[in-house]
């Protein structure tokens, strides 16, 4: 189990070592990682998505979850297997574990928390974000140097203390405010200002909603759209994908997000910082099945 933990989601692509007179360039090892991991993934007509530590994800089966911080401990199920130059696999391990986080190799934590829990994919991550130059050995094979690692993985469930600060935050404005929600078991506040009578949404529809979001308390709008827009429920944050199928057509929701819930410990603008809690105002005007 000690060597399956330290293996934990790695799936490797070997490259050769970037070593000029003996001195080892990390830069040009990353940059050889880089156009390695592109090439296995264009080979394998794999559409990834890179993060900006230079690590790539692919979710093959998403889940409505929450998405994982650094303090958290995950519990995931894993293939780990060695990409070899002709881009075969060669099966290293599989292991179901609970570790925290913040404990594993970089390139996990510079994508998982991107990842909603319950969620299946894969990852693929370069030698210098993973184990480095040197060779790893477990289950009595050798994981050489410079090896560009990957996971095919399910991330089951992650546990920790920053929803529940995010919540005590929540509803502490909520008080202050005098407003009282409905409590989802998720964590997420709600308000139903108008009960709608028409279709519910499904998780795989489309609907059309005018909408505006905030970060909670700072009263810093970040999106507005007034204009009917037409959305896939599935491509839309957590907190969106869980409540939305709890309406019905006409409703006119207010929802009060802890960050797990909507853009995690990633910034997808300026507008909205890592970590934020949000607040959005929905009208949802038509579901499109």
């Known amino acids: 189990m000690k060597s399956s933990l330290k293996l934990f989601g790695l799936l490797s692509l070997i490259s050769f070592s970037c070593i000029n007179d003996n001195v080892f360039n990390p830069k040009a090892q990353f940059k050889s990682d880089t156009i390695a991991i592109h090439a296995f993934l264009k080979t394998n007509n794999i559409s990834a998505t ?3 530590g230079g690590a790539w994800y692919i979710i093959d089966s998403l889940a409505v979850g929450i998405y994982p911080v650094l303090s958290d401990s995950i519990k995931v199920a894993y293939t780990a297997q060695i990409i070899n130059h002709d881009f075969s696999l060669t099966k290293i391990t599989s292991d179901t574990v609970t570790v925290l986080l913040s ?34 050995t477990v289950n009595n094979m050798t994981i050489p140097g410079n090896s560009n690692l990957a996971y095919d993985f399910h991330l089951i469930n992650s546990k ?6 995010d919540t005590t935050v929540i509803g502490s404005y909520l008080s202050q405010e005098g407003i009282l929600p409905i409590v989802d078991r998720s964590g997420i506040r ?3 200002d108008t009960v709608g009578t028409g279709s519910i949404p499904s998780a795989t529809d489309s609907i059309i909603a005018t909408f505006k979001g905030n970060i909670l308390k700072a009263d810093s709008l970040f999106v507005k759209d007034t204009i009917a827009t037409k959305l896939s429920l599935k ?4 907190a969106w994908r869980i409540i939305l199928p709890k309406l019905k057509e006409g409703s006119y929701v207010k929802m009060y997000v802890p960050s797990g819930y909507g853009y995690g410990s990633s910034s997808p603008s300026a507008k909205i910082p890592a970590n934020s809690n949000l607040e959005y105002r929905i009208k949802l005007i038509k579901v499109i099945h």
């Open 190 to 192: 709600y308000t139903i």
């Open 160 to 165: 920790g203390t920053h929803l529940y600060a």
């Open 50 to 52: 890179k993060v900006v």
């Open 235 to 238: 491509n839309q944050i957590p």
């Open 103 to 136: 404990s594993v190799m970089a390139g996990w934590q510079n994508t998982v928390p991107l990842i909603t829990t319950g969620s299946k994919g894969r990852l693929f991550i370069p030698s210098g974000l993973a184990y480095g130059q040197l060779p790893y």
